[in-house]
């Protein structure tokens, strides 16, 4: 008998497959796959890969609430009516949002015979647009900034600044904070020269030397840049000194009864161990980073997120700062995606031993 196959579903089963693979290489899973032949998983952190059927759902969620608490209720018809006629008299560059119908709205309970043949106005509005942009003015904003920019720059400039900065920040911090955690991890010598240093240092905040940079570095690209590494090297060090602390000694011991160096020791047993350690602390680095970087952009900046920030708050244009914001998180998140993938490449190890 001829075996049957079903229909062919039009390539549905290869945009199934590619989404498939895109979610399993961000670190998602479909539940199961891994963890299916293991006795006990609670606990087991190489099977904590994250569910797609619960992250869609709390997304959604967000903006559920979101819309519904900045969403007008209750606006009698004839005012909206009122708010679309005089957006199709406008001409391409005037604008009437919903910020200006309740501007109206407000003046006509004050001076209704301003507003002939409306009928009165009133509205039910949770959370003001004054406190937090509803999510259709915010994307209002967001497709503004993306095509005009801000302040003589594009959308695409600002974020390149600041990206910019940050990993010139984040590098440094890096290059020099975990050789000088290694050291304190390996040799009472250097441990006793740095320590002072960095239990002095650590625990200042960055955004309290602002001034004392300004004054060092001036108010160019130096003075940001180094406000960035004070901010990483101090989370780089303590990360590269756990990191040796956490390496099993007996590792240490079977390699030196080998016949193992101390330089194929660092390389083959101390940097591996070392390793999540270092890229976890790269992790929280980067979070770190670009909390400061905004305020990192006061020091003289004319473009950047940071100083996207700031301007729009003198003006009070919460949507085009919350847009900003927004950018920063996604560009943290994409990072944070990086950084999971090296995780993946580097130490595949990791939670299985």
């Known amino acids: 008998m001829a075996e049957t196959r079903p229909p062919d579903s039009g390539g549905v089963g290869t945009i199934r497959g590619t989404l498939a693979a895109l979610f399993r290489r961000f670190g998602y899973r479909r539940g199961g796959t891994e963890s299916a032949g293991k006795t006990v998983t609670f606990g087991d952190a190489a099977v904590v890969k994250g ?10 969620v967000i903006l559920a609430v979101w819309y519904l608490a900045t969403n007008v209720w209750g606006m009698p018809q004839e005012w909206v009516e009122h708010g679309e006629q005089v957006r199709a008299g406008l001409s391409a560059d005037e604008s009437y949002g919903q910020r200006d119908l309740l501007r109206d709205c407000e003046a006509s309970q004050e001076n209704p015979g301003d507003y ?13 647009e004054r406190v937090l942009p509803s999510p259709a003015q915010l994307w209002d904003a967001s497709w503004n900034f993306a095509l005009y920019g801000y302040s003589g720059f594009s959308m695409w400039d600002h974020l390149w600044l ?11 911090g890096v290059i020099l904070g975990v050789p000088i955690g290694l050291a304190m991890g390996l040799s009472n010598r250097w441990r006793g020269v740095f320590d002072p240093i960095v239990e002095l240092l650590r625990p200042i905040p960055p955004l309290a030397l602002i001034p004392l940079f300004i004054v060092w ?5 130096e003075g940001k840049v180094n406000l960035l590494l004070f901010a990483s090297i101090w989370i780089m060090v303590i990360a590269a000194r756990s990191g040796v602390l956490a390496v099993n000694i007996s590792k240490v011991h079977a390699a030196y009864s080998l016949g193992a160096s101390k330089s194929q020791i660092l390389r083959h047993v101390i940097l591996p161990n070392a390793l999540p350690e270092i890229l976890t602390g790269v992790r929280v680095a980067i979070g770190v980073c670009w909390g400061t970087l905004v305020a990192a952009e006061l020091l003289g900046a ?8 700031f301007k729009a708050r003198q003006f009070f244009l919460l949507d085009l700062m919350l847009s900003a914001v927004i950018l920063i998180s996604i560009l943290g998140v994409t990072m944070d995606i990086v950084m999971r993938m090296a995780e993946k490449r580097l130490i595949p190890w990791r939670g299985r031993g």
Do not use: D, H, M
Not at 51 to 60: F, N, V
Not at 162 to 172: D, E, H, M, P, V
């Open 302 to 309: 004319s473009a950047g997120l940071g100083f996207t920030i």
């Open 116 to 128: 002939p043949g409306l009928p009165p106005c009133s509205y039910t509005q949770w959370v003001s």
């Open 217 to 221: 570095f001036g108010i160019g690209e």
């Open 162 to 172: 600041s990206f910019s900065r940050l990993a010139k920040g984040l590098f440094w």
């Open 51 to 60: 569910s797609l059927a619960w992250t869609i759902p709390s997304l959604l």
